[in-house]
C-alpha cells in the first residue's frame, strides 16, 4: 500500500470545484511536480491540513488553473496515510489533465474505493464505517443519509464490540487454560459463561430486528400497486412519479410487465411496482406478466389494491382483493371518484379505503399520509439500525451460533463442543466487524464504490 494513487474524487460533469486526490508514502513529493504553491515553498513543506493557493500544470508544463491544495499528514487523515487534496475548478478537461499529469509524474491510477480500503486496513475505519461509506453516498433521504452517518461515525460499531470481545475472552481463557495446565490460571467453568453468553445473544437479537426498517430505510418500501386491467394503476403510479413513466390507454391490457419507479409519497420512499392487470387470459405474454404481478404482490412490503369506482365490483377484483387480503400491509384505493360512484369504502374488507381520482389528483394526500403511518414510525436512524444484508447474515449466523451454544450449555456438553459453536459466532461477528474476514469478501465490498473514494 506504500505506493502513490490518485483518482478524481468529485464527479466527471462540470461544477463549481473538481479535487483531485492522492494518498500514499511520498503523495506530496508527486503532487509538488503538478501543483506548485504561490508562496514558492515545496508542497511538503506546507502547513499541516491548511488550504494553500497555488497553480495547477498539465503534462506539458502549462498552467491550467489557480486552485488550493491541501496536505494532510499521516496518520491523522482519511486513510491514514500522507494525503494531499488538490481543489480545482469543476471542469471536466482540466481534472483530466491534472489527473494525466499526476500519472506521469509518478502516481498509479486509483481502483474503486481505494482510498476508503486503505483506512480501513490502517485502522482508521472498523468494517461496518467502511461499509457506511457507501451507504452515504448513495443515500435518497435524509433518514438514510442520517443513519449511515451514524455508522461512518461508529455507533453501530459499538454495539457489537463488547459482544465480540466478550466471545473472544471466553474463546482465549479456553485455550490458556488448555495450552498452558502449569500456569496459575484460573479454571475454565462454562457456568460463569452462561449468563454473558445469554446477555449477548438477547443484544444481538435486538440488533438484528432492526434490520426490517433498516432494508426500508436503505432501500424504500416496495409497493405493488394490483388490480383488475383498466383500473388505472398506471395512471396512479404517473401520477405519484409526477410525470408520465407508464403508457396509459383505453385499452385493458396494456401493462404486460411490471414496472418499477421510486418516488417520494409524504415522507416514506416507495418502490412503486405497476403491476399488470390480474385476469384470465388465453394471451401467453399478457399471462406471464399477470404471474409476475403474483409475485410482485407477494414480494411487496406493501400492496396497494386499486379498483374502478365508477363500475360495480366484479368477480376479477374480488380475486384480486382476496390475495390482498393475505399481505400485513394492504391499502385500497377507490379510483376514477370523478366519473360517479357505484364503489363505496364499506364494500371493501380493507382496515383503509381511499376514494381517489389518479387523473386530478384528488385523495392522493391522504394516501401520503397512511404510507407515513405505516411506515415512517419512530426509527432512530442514528446509526444503530442494521441496513447491510452482508451484515445481516453474519449477525444472524452468529445468534444462531450463540443459541447452539447456550443449548449445549443445558444439555451439559464438554467444553471444547461448546466451544465449537463459541467460535463460530465469533468468526460470524468478525465478519461484521472485519476483524476475520476474507479477501475476497474485503475486496467484493470496496468494489461497490466510486474511483475516488
Sequence with gaps: MSHV????????????IGILRLTGCGCA??????FT???GKPLQEAPDRKLMLGQLHDAQGRVIDSCLGVYTRGPR??????????????SPAVLAAGLDALFQAGAKPAKRGEFTKRAFLNGQLALTQAEAVIDLIEAETADAAANAAGQVEGVLQKKLNPIYNDLVDICSHFHAVLDYPDEDIEDFGLANYT???RTDAKALYAIMQTYGQGRILKQGVAAAIVGKPNVGKSSLLNALAGYERV??????GTTRDTVEEPVMVGATRLRLIDTAGIRQTDDQIEAMGVERSRQAAENADLVIFVCDGSQPLSEEDREVIDACLEHEHAIALINKSDLGQAVVPSDLPFMTVIPICAKTGEGLDLLADTVDLMFAGEMPCDGSVLTNPRQYDAVRRAYEAMLSALQGLQLGLTPDAVLTDVEAAMDAMGEVTGATVREDITARIFERFCVGK
Design 77 to 90: 487523515s482519511y486513510t491514514g496515510e500522507d494525503t494531499v487534496e488538490i481543489q480545482c475548478h469543476g
Design 247 to 252: 403508457i396509459v390507454t383505453e385499452i385493458a
Design 29 to 34: 513529493e508527486v503532487a509538488g511536480k503538478v
Design 5 to 16: 494513487i490518485a483518482a478524481v474524487s468529485t464527479g466527471n460533469q462540470i461544477s463549481a
Design 195 to 197: 449468563a454473558p453468553l
Design 37 to 39: 504553491l504561490n508562496n
